[in-house]
């Protein structure tokens, strides 16, 4: 664990490519969706300690164009985890004072994802 830096260092943003979850699960010899999951954990602990710490702005790149062209069954299965995550965590976040935006092209997802992105963003 790392010290946490002084109050005069903390950024007011923080952008975070998401990438690497289903390799790290791989070379542990467990399924993508496994990394998949620790991965959504780690966003739980990383929205925490951004309140915690004061930054202002938290940016995740979670899902690329380049996605889409995964094996079906994992595009789902990360569907899947995406609803589930907003279904389980939206109000929470709101509770805390956590403002959802989601930026890029929606199209692609299935209508009751794009409703609960909306939603959450509606909050």
């Known amino acids: ?53 004061g930054v202002s702005a938290l940016t995740l790149f979670a899902f690329s164009s380049e996605n889409w062209g995964r094996p079906q069954e994992e595009v789902d299965a990360l569907m899947k985890l995406f609803l589930h995550a907003l279904d389980r965590e939206v109000d929470e976040l709101q509770r805390r004072g956590v403002q959802v935006r989601f930026i890029g092209d929606r199209s692609r997802f299935a209508a009751p994802l794009r409703e609960r992105m909306a939603a959450a963003e509606r909050m």
């Open 1 to 53: 664990m790392h010290p946490a830096p002084s109050a005069a260092a903390v950024p007011r943003h923080i952008a975070i490519i998401m990438d690497g979850n289903g390799r790290w699960a791989q070379r542990r010899r467990r399924p993508r969706m496994i990394g998949h999951r620790a991965g959504a954990r780690a966003v739980n602990r990383t929205i925490d300690f951004c309140l915690e710490k």
